[in-house]
């Protein structure tokens, strides 16, 4: 009989007697997990290391999620003429790509701190704009013909890069100055199973 004892930190699985500790997952009867963070000032690449899943029953579906957050972005936009000039719009925040490596999958977003429309500005007038929290989560289901990129007992890689976006509409004698902010990021990889019947599940906090 195969047995697995799951921790809320620590997950040790027992196969046929032989014992495998495997950092930073969560588990539960019908789903495991391995959750990696990022933070930096954009921009930055990060590449997310992961453990593949190596357990004892047959994956049934795999789901990548990632919470991203930006915060703190500034903008500072000055008017050098001599007359009044319009900035007709401006946005700014981050554009974010992630590269799901095993899969081939790409997704690339924009996260908008701040976003105006038209302003004048008027001779040496400038403009500085603080950015606030701006949140994104979103999923991806990875292709059942992909499982076996995220199943063994290797690694793979997530990666995630962010770097500053500007989508300002400049006139003549404008110039713009954009500030960014930390950018932070949580990669989760999830595995879906079926419990099968003789394998006994243990939960116990890891304090």
Known sequence: MTKMIFTKHLTAIWILG??????AWTARADMASQTLSYTGTPNFTKTNVFDQYK???AVTQILVKV??????FTLDVTNSTEGVVTLDSYQFGTKNVLVVVPSGYTNTS???DESYDS????????????GTEQVKDFTYTVPANK????????TFNI???INSYSGVVQQGGLTSLLTPGPA?????????????????????SAH
Do not use: C, N, R
């Not at 032989?18 to 950092?23: C, F, G, K, S, V």
């Open 18 to 23: 032989m014992a495998m500790t495997i950092p």
């Open 55 to 57: 357990g004892a029953l």
């Open 67 to 72: 919470h991203a957050t930006v915060t703190g």
């Open 119 to 130: 302003t004048d500005l008027f001779p040496g007038g400038s403009l500085i704009i603080g």
């Open 184 to 204: 932070s990021g949580a990669v989760t990889v999830e595995y879906y199973y079926t419990p099968q019947a003789g394998t006994i599940y243990i939960l116990k």
């Open 110 to 112: 924009i996260m908008v």
């Open 147 to 154: 499982f076996s990129g995220f199943t063994g007992t290797g």
């Open 159 to 161: 990666v995630a890069k």
